[in-house]
């Protein structure tokens, strides 16, 4: 049997800082071969280019990885403001929909930090632009000027719902995890489950309840050093069987 194909949003870039491209991390390319035995494909997150229709046509799941432009605040009822930054209208018109519509025909999906809030977004949850504004909440960004290495740095805990979903799935009620967004998500949306909470309250791993297949989302960066670590390595292993099942059941 051929291995489930997953698909991978891609982000808008600019190479040289002229020449407009559809990128993927490299991390998320070799996740999806080397953990989640699967086929990467690359789409491009433009509904001019690929229609919600397109991609559940040839992919046996998504991963929605990380990306610097937050979500447009539109699409949870809020006024944009200047602590918005940067936004990617395309990508949010392409993958809030395909959430929407992969969840409901149980087609696996994985988010990863920005990927984490469009999960969010996509069933009901609004956002805050700069949880470390709120009181009693830490830094999520990561350090500016450091290495890779430094920028991926495991950094906090996350304390799971004991018996949940997720520590069921990592065999443990705690892990360690890196950090590098400023957004988070402010009030979750009905189906939104927060099974595991950073020891500041921000929500860091949710799901969709009700969800026919794997819905899952985490507001960190689990492909970093994935196929070695002992938290990345059993979701992204979860993920890829979810989506092996699928293909199996086409
Ligand atoms: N914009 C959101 C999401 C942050 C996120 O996905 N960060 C990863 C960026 C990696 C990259 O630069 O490609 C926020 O800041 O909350």
Redesign the pocket.
């Known amino acids: 049997m051929a291995r489930p194909v997953i698909g991978i949003i891609g982000?808008h870039h600019l190479i040289n800082d002229e020449y407009p491209a559809q990128?993927v991390?490299v991390m998320n390319v070799s996740v999806v071969a080397e953990v989640c035995d699967a086929v990467p494909v690359v789409l491009p997150a433009n509904p001019a280019h690929v229609s919600v229709e397109d991609a559940l046509s040839v992919c046996n799941g998504f991963i929605l990885?990380?990306?610097?432009?937050?979500?447009h605040p539109e699409e949870y009822g809020h006024e944009e403001t200047e602590a918005h930054?940067a936004f990617d209208r395309d990508r949010d018109r392409l993958v809030l929909p395909l959430i929407r519509e992969a969840v409901a025909r149980g087609v696996p999906v994985l988010g990863?930090?920005?990927?984490?809030?469009e999960m969010a977004v996509a069933f009901g949850s609004t956002?805050h632009p700069e949880?470390r504004d709120l009181p009693g909440r830490m830094n999520?960004?990561?350090p500016p000027d450091g290495t890779l290495e430094e920028k991926f740095e495991l950094r906090h805990w996350v304390t799971l719902n004991p018996g949940g979903r997720f520590a069921r799935l990592f065999g443990a009620d705690e892990v360690f995890t890196n950090t590098?967004?400023?957004?988070?998500i402010e009030e979750a949306g009905a189906r939104v489950v927060v099974d595991g909470r950073a020891p500041d309250g921000t929500a860091e791993a949710i799901y969709i309840e009700g969800a026919p297949g794997f819905a899952m989302g985490v507001?960190w960066?689990p492909e970093w050093n994935a196929a070695a670590d002992p938290v990345s390595r059993p979701l992204f292993e979860a993920f890829g069987r979810a989506a092996a099942g699928l293909r199996r059941a086409a």
Do not use: E
């Not at 990885?65 to 979500?71: M, S």
């Not at 990863?112 to 809030?117: D, K, N, T, V």
């Open positions: 982000n990128a991390g990885p990380g990306g610097r432009p937050n979500v930054g990863l930090c920005r990927g984490f809030q956002l949880i999520h960004r990561m590098l967004h400023g957004q988070g507001q960066h």
